[in-house]
């Protein structure tokens, strides 16, 4: 049973950094995409960055361009989505999603999903 749980969310100063990590398990993880999203209260759930099966980053959401970066570890069988100088606007719920090889932007490519985890930033 393919099993995705996100962890490392919290409340952090703007200005600051967190490191968000997506553990995967239940599935092949080298033949997977891992997609990062995030769902502000009140708004729509939007692509924030994506690391491919190869390991080839897609970046997404403009906003956070130069900021949010992934990586993953294979053997470990996680993917990192490392926020600096995080802003009031990037709170939200941050899932990541499983696609089978490839990013996509839309959701609905994505297979399998984790429950999320809260990040709150402050002013």
């Known amino acids: 049973q393919p099993h995705l749980v996100e962890s490392g969310g919290g409340l952090v100063q703007a200005g600051g950094s967190l490191r968000l990590s997506c553990a995967v398990s239940?599935?092949?993880?080298?033949?997977?995409?891992i997609g990062w999203f995030r769902q502000a209260p009140g708004k729509d759930r939007e692509a924030v960055r994506c690391?491919?099966?190869?390991?080839?980053?897609?970046h997404y959401a403009d906003s956070v361009k130069g900021r949010f970066t992934t990586s993953r570890d294979n053997v470990e069988k996680k993917v990192y989505l490392e926020m600096s100088s995080v802003q009031p606007e990037d709170t939200g719920v941050y899932s990541c999603?499983?696609?089978?090889?490839?990013?996509?932007?839309?959701?609905?490519?994505?297979?399998?999903w984790g429950p999320g985890t809260q990040v709150t930033v402050s002013s």
């Open positions: 999603a499983a696609a089978r090889w490839m990013c996509y932007l839309e959701s609905y490519e994505y297979d399998y």
């Open positions: 690391i491919s099966s190869s390991g080839k980053s897609a």
């Open positions: 239940g599935l092949p993880f080298d033949n997977y995409a």
